[in-house]
Every structure is written in structure tokens, then in C-alpha cells.
């Protein structure tokens, strides 16, 4: 309405000079009938009335649409009226909707083949690596170890990138099931053997009730499990000997804790490790710190559905759990 | 003896396979052409085949349904893919187990000598004993059996394996780590004093046959096998 106003408000202003040049004319003229001449004003009033209305009812939609703007992609397919003027703004909406809809899906084709190329090139990078690290078992120590320590380093980074690369279409991947617990913190621990006997920190697991089940997706939990280990046994090394691994009910969910007794994090920290690219104090201080371990365990635990906890004190330790909602948690009771 | 045939396109990897199998005391082949795999499948007939997934030509899960076609031999995968969809379609294949690079060379065996165990009976007498020896000192790991000269001892399983590292390695170091890992075990895990403690007993099961300061500790590195007794000739 306010539009449209404005749109004829020139229009208006011209009418309404023009009624009063017209009244003048005639009245200058010597005709002095008011009545006569008030009678054709109105009802070239009436007329321009009738017009404006006609107007206004036959393009109120596209007026509407002028002065509110579109709030989702879809309304620039809705018809607007069926005024010329109307149908243009429609069709220029719509082509531009096209415009953009193939811009986006070459973009997300581009996308998917990066991701395809990663992929591939991650599990390409997998053979070379087996053979580095075959040949290297085969030299005396210490160059045996220091180079398949390497070779471990670029395992786990490939992993980690495989798994950044996955995020993305994480909903797809999700194979949901019952998972033991003990057995993924054991199959964990075993994956990280070397990790652990290089960085002389040995686990310890904490049963308070044996046999706990949980809903979830195994692969997925395996890596978020194994991200809060490596941070732990990083955190821990030169300060303590021992991580320890909890499985307990608290109320009716399930909880796995890991629990270090390391470095600790800074307060001002504790708020930002979960972002992406947070490294912290801790991550400076010590090598190989993507700032991405913890930001992933996030994402996926918030996509699994498992809540995150942290508690940490500097120079005392931390503890990372994960919990498990009641309606996730089988375990027998 | 049994053969095994390796069909793994990367040399290198095939090549190590391939000293790892001979050194358990089995026969093994790599395949060189491609693309008639089996041509020289026939011709060797072997009693496991390790396959690659990908490969030149056709990939694993197709040769995997040819030799199904004229050989239920056990078929194991072995492939850098991780993906469940694999593993899946690589049993739906026919394959009997999969194994994901970067594999252990010691897992590989395992399953290589669990597979042909249920295949071809369990400890058939074609499957000659695994011995590792040197100088005249001889270990029997399956049986967990150390001989010398006539006289033997019994080890636990923790000393088998630091003596299995030792003749394995020697000459060389046998790594902390390497033996640390070895004694890993599931159930109950090690720590530093697993290792000082088991090495102290292989040292003492030595002396009971007569071996002084076989046991060589090197600073930093690990642990070496040192020939002190007089080698006969």
C-alpha cells in the first residue's frame, strides 16, 4: 500500500494541478456554474478513483512482493498476479533462481569430486606407507623405530583427514547399533599400542559395570574415543604414567570418561578447545596440535547424539566424557 | 609344502609378503601378469591366495569369483580400502577374511596359518613346525620350547615371544617398543616393568641351559641377541 502510494504519488499531484487548471480555465472563461463545473471534476475524480483502485487490487500481490522481499529461495517460484508487469518480475525471478540453482550444483559437483579425489588419494597413500614401513622393520634400531614412529604420524593424519573429509555427508554414514563398550575402549587401546609404549603412558580400564551397551555408530565412536585417548596420553607424557579409562552409569545414562592426570587446560581455554583450529596454550607448547581432534569429537558426538563433558585443572589433569542419553544406553540393568 | 599365491600389483609390498610367508616355512608365488590371473592360478595351485582389491584390468572381487568358480582355497583380502561396504562385498565374493593396510606382517600370518588350519585340517602333517635358531639355540614358539645341546626348558608365552623377537632380529636390536607391543595383551596391559621382568627370566631360563650374557641390553635402542657360547662346528 505504502508502495504503491508512493509509486503514484507524482501522479496524484499532477491530477490534482490539472482539476484545478481546468476549474481556473473555465471559470476564467466566464462560466460561473459551480455546480456544472464541480459536477465534471468529480466525476473526473471519480474516474481516476476508479483507475487507481483498478489498479492497486490488480497488482497487490506484486506490490506486496516489491515491499517484503522474499524470504526463501522457494518464493521466487510462487506467481505473483497477472498483471504484464507482474509476470516479468516473475519470470526474472525465476531465471534468476536458475541462474543460481546451476551455479550450486556445479559448485557441490566440484565439491563432491574433491572429496572423491581425496578419498581416493588417502587410500592410495596407504600402500606406499605399508611398504615404508615393512622396509623399515627391517633396519636395525633405533632407525626402525624413530621411522615407523613417522609412518604413524602420517597414518593417523591420513585417518583424520579421511574422517574431515567424511563429516560432510555424515548422515549417510551413520550405520546405528548396539556397540559394547569394553570392547571398542580394548580395540581402541590395541590400535594405539605404540602410541602408548612410545609415550610410556599405559592405560587402564575402569569397569564399574561390566558389559555396557550403547546405541551408536561403532566406527564413528572408535574415532572419537581414539581422539580424546591420543589427547590424553599426549597431555600425560613426562607427567604421569597412567590414563584410566571409566565405563559407569550415572543415573540411567551411560558414561565413558577418560581421565588423564597431564597438563591440564588453561581456564581461558576451556571454553574454545571445541572450536575448529583452537590450538590453545597446550597446543603451542607441544608439536603436532591441529586444533581439529577435539572440534571433531564435538561434531560427531553432536550428530551421534552423545553429549560432551569436560573438567580440567591445570597442572592436575582432565576429563573428557562422553555420555550416552538413557534411550541410547542398553545396558541390561 | 604349502603355496601360497600372492596377487598384489604394488612390487614392493608383494615382495615383502612374500619373504615374511617363506620365512614360516611356505612356498610363495607373486603374480606377474595380470591379465590372465587364472592361467597361473591353475598352473601353481595354491593352497591360500592373498589378494589385492585393486589391481590392473579387473579388480580382486572379480578374480575372487573366478577362482571360486574352480577352487574353494581360502581367499584372503588384503586392501587399503576400510570402508564396511568392502569388507562386505569382499566376503559376498567369496573371500574368507580381509586385511587392511597398513597390515602387521604378524597378523597376516596368523590368519594366513589360521586359514589353512581349517582348511586343510587342523596341524596336517604337511605344515612343517615354525623353529627359529641360531648358533645351535633353538626355539619352538608354538610349542613354547627353548633347546640347546641336548638339554630344554620350558618358557611362558611372554618369554617365547621376547626370544622369538631376539633370533628373529639377530643380528640386530630388537627394539623396546617392538617388544613391548609384542607383549601387549589384550586382557592385562603392559607397562615399562613387564618387559625389565620378562627379560630378567629369559636371562635366568638361558642360564638353566647354560648361557651366560646372551642378553644383550642396548642403551636406548632395546635388547640383542649376543652369541657367548663357542659355536661347534
Known sequence: MKLFFREHMFLIAVQVIQFMVVFLTIWLSGFHNVSAIFYAIFLQVFFFVCYLA?????????????????????????????????????????????????????????????????????????????????????????????IREETERMKSGLNTVLYMARLRTIEHDFHIKPVR?????????????????????????????????????????????????????????????????????????????????????????????????????????YRESTGMGLYLVKEVSERLGHKVEMESVVGEGSIFRIVFSPTQNLTPM | MQKILIIEDDPKIAGHLKIFIEKYGYLATVIQDFDDIMKQFRIEQP????????????????????????????????????????????????????????????????????????????????????????EGLKLYPERFELHFRGSQTHLTKKESDILESLLDRYPRVAGREDLLEKLWDDQTYVDENTLNVNITRVRKKLQELGIER????????????????????
Open chain 1, 54 to 146: 483498478y489498479h492497486f487490487f490488480s497488482r497487490r500481490n506484486y506490490y506486496e512482493k516489491l515491499e517484503e522481499g522474499i524470504e526463501r529461495l522457494e518464493d521466487a517460484l510462487e506467481n505473483t498476479d497477472r498483471a504484464p508487469i507482474a509476470k516479468q518480475l516473475d519470470s526474472i525471478l525465476k531465471r534468476q533462481y536458475q541462474l543460481y540453482a546451476t551455479e550450486l550444483r556445479e559448485a557441490e559437483e566440484r565439491q563432491e569430486e574433491h572429496l572423491e579425489f581425496v578419498d581416493r588419494w588417502v587410500h592410495q597413500m596407504k600402500t606406499p606407507l605399508s611398504v615404508i614401513e615393512l622396509t623399515a622393520q627391517n633396519l636395525d634400531e633405533p632407525d626402525s623405530s624413530s
Open chain 1, 181 to 285: 563398550l569394553s570392547n571398542i575402549v580394548r580395540d581402541v587401546n590395541t590400535e594405539n599400542k605404540r602410541f602408548y609404549i612410545r609415550s610410556a603412558v599405559y592405560p587402564k580400564l575402569v569397569e564399574q559395570q561390566a558389559e555396557m551397551v550403547v546405541e551408536s555408530d561403532e566406527k564413528w565412536l572408535f574415532f572419537i574415543l581414539e581422539q580424546l585417548i591420543q589427547n590424553a596420553v599426549k597431555y600425560s607424557a613426562g607427567k604421569s604414567n597412567q590414563i584410566e579409562i571409566h565405563l559407569y552409569n550415572r543415573g540411567s545414562s551411560a558414561v565413558l570418561e577418560v581421565r588423564d592426570e597431564g597438563t591440564g587446560i588453561p581456564v581461558e581455554d576451556q571454553r574454545r578447545v571445541f572450536h575448529k583450529f583452537y590450538t590453545g596454550s597446550n597446543g603451542r607448547k
Open chain 2, 47 to 134: 593352497d591360500l591366495v592373498l589378494l589385492d582389491i585393486n589391481l590392473p584390468a579387473f579388480d580382486g572381487y572379480y578374480w575372487c569369483r573366478q577362482i571360486r568358480l574352480e577352487s574353494i582355497c581360502p581367499v584372503l583380502f588384503i586392501s587399503a580400502r576400510t570402508g564396511e561396504m568392502d569388507q562386505v562385498m569382499a566376503l559376498e565374493n567369496g573371500g574368507d577374511d580381509f586385511i587392511t593396510k597398513p597390515f602387521h606382517p604378524d597378523i597376516v600370518m596368523a590368519k594366513i596359518r589360521s586359514h589353512l588350519r581349517r582348511a586343510y585340517g587342523a596341524y596336517a602333517a604337511k605344515h612343517e613346525e615354525c623353529i627359529l635358531e641360531a
Open chain 2, 214 to 233: 646372551a642378553v644383550e641390553t642396548v642403551r636406548g635402542a632395546g635388547y640383542r641377541l649376543r652369541i657367548s657360547w663357542e659355536v661347534e662346528e
